[in-house]
């Protein structure tokens, strides 16, 4: 079975309360991320038809800070789908409601597997691919996976030969101290 990713794209808007700030007065970077597994939950359990867990998040860069009394908008997409897994896109937005402005404030790719109601991995609905957006980024997905193959197996400990990454260290603010 396959399903176009339309199908079970999610989005929610929120408006944020003081009690969701941090002490400089900006919106909790935790209170955000909480935001974004439940949205990215959502949408990988609409497309599976199952109950769904987290299994990574790939890279949360904070771009701009969100304030409080703005709009915040968190939408979701399926990019790429394995057997039992899938790779959800997430777009963070806020808006200032008294200026209009909308401000991009992050964006991330969590995996989420589907489960069955046994703890089981279960299989999900492939991804139709129909537009070159779609192909874009299903063939992203891919590649993020083989980056972190490569980035896992470089710095395995029991593989990791530290006179070869010596010179990295050369120029940065780290004293080695064997």
């Known amino acids: 079975m396959f399903k176009h990713a339309s199908e079970s794209q999610v989005s929610i808007t929120q408006l944020m309360l003081p009690s969701h700030s941090n002490f400089s007065g900006k919106i909790h970077g935790g209170h955000i991320l909480g935001l974004m597994d439940q949205i990215a939950f959502a949408c990988a359990s609409k497309h599976s038809r199952h109950y769904c867990v987290t299994a990574s998040v790939n890279r949360v860069d904070f771009l701009n800070p969100i304030e409080v009394g703005e709009l915040v908008t968190l939408k979701a997409s399926v990019n790429y789908t394995g057997h039992t897994s899938m790779v959800v896109g997430l777009r963070v937005e806020s808006q200032n ?43 992203r997905s891919i590649a993020r996976q083989e980056q972190s193959k490569s980035r896992t197996s470089t710095f395995k400990a029991s593989e990791f030969i530290m006179e070869e990454h010596l010179t990295l260290l050369k120029n940065q603010n780290a004293k080695i101290a064997l």
């Open 97 to 139: 409601i008294q200026t209009g402005v909308v401000k991009h404030c992050n964006s991330s790719y969590f995996t989420m597997v589907a489960k069955d109601d046994q703890g089981n991995n279960v299989p999900v609905p492939g991804l139709i691919l129909d537009d070159k957006q779609s192909i874009r980024r299903f063939a």
